[in-house]
């Protein structure tokens, strides 16, 4: 998906009330961020910030006359947009994995609302503390915590993952360095306690 962006939905593909439909094209007068327009992220891992796991579907799209206002990660917005294909959370972390597995760092904080603290080193831990957020870390022995209804994201090797009630973790399984599942869930208090790190182990989330 090189050039291509991703844009998250409702279950019912819908987003800020606009019904939309996969191959279709849609066009607006103008596109300002946040404010008109259609609106997608150039990052993958981005749209769980604005579209929790499981309560969304996301698309990959082509859009253009990109508005020139940005925010702090890669939302942007444009006056005309194809909804060229549904993507699975799978792909989008398979794309997110392969996309940053070069990527060296220690440790990644972030307390802002609406914000996104990733980390794609080894033995790394990237948490976050603002209220829609999430945190992503990448590579092996890592860990992602997160608290006010955010997303937790895991995806390397050992990767593990916990949250407060409300938030959504988001792990990864991994064989020989190659991703083999990824799974997504609600932390509940009874599936999925508080607070608990857990991990993906032959495709389920199990206590760590």
């Known amino acids: ?20 439909e996969i191959r279709k ?18 990052e993958v891992l981005d749209v769980f910030s604005y579209y929790p796991p499981n309560e969304s579907r996301y698309c990959v799209v082509d859009i253009d006359d990109i508005s020139e206002i940005k925010i702090g990660d890669s939302k942007i917005c444009g006056a005309k947009i194809t909804i060229l294909r549904e993507i699975t959370i799978d792909e989008i972390c398979r794309i997110a994995y392969d996309q940053n597995a070069e990527n060296q760092s220690i440790k990644s904080e972030n307390s802002g609302d609406w914000s996104v603290a990733s980390n794609s080193g080894e033995r790394s831990v990237a948490s976050n503390s603002g209220n829609r957020s999430a945190a992503i870390t990448l ?44 799974k997504a869930a ?23």
Do not use: W
Not at 25 to 42: N, Q
């Open 1 to 20: 998906m090189k050039g291509e962006k991703i844009k998250g939905f409702n279950k019912d593909l819908t987003c800020r009330g606009f019904q939309y």
């Open 139 to 182: 590579l092996s022995e890592s860990k992602s915590q997160v608290s006010n209804n955010s997303v937790a994201i895991s995806l390397g090797r050992n990767g593990l993952a916990s949250g407060d009630i409300g938030c959504f973790i988001v792990l990864a399984e991994t064989i020989n360095e190659k991703i083999v599942d990824v």
């Open 186 to 208: 609600k932390v509940d208090g009874q599936n999925i306690k508080a607070n608990v790190l857990y991990k993906l182990e032959n495709g389920k989330f199990v206590e760590s």
């Open 25 to 42: 094209t849609y066009e607006e007068p103008k596109a300002v961020l946040c404010e008109c327009g259609f609106h997608a992220c150039k």
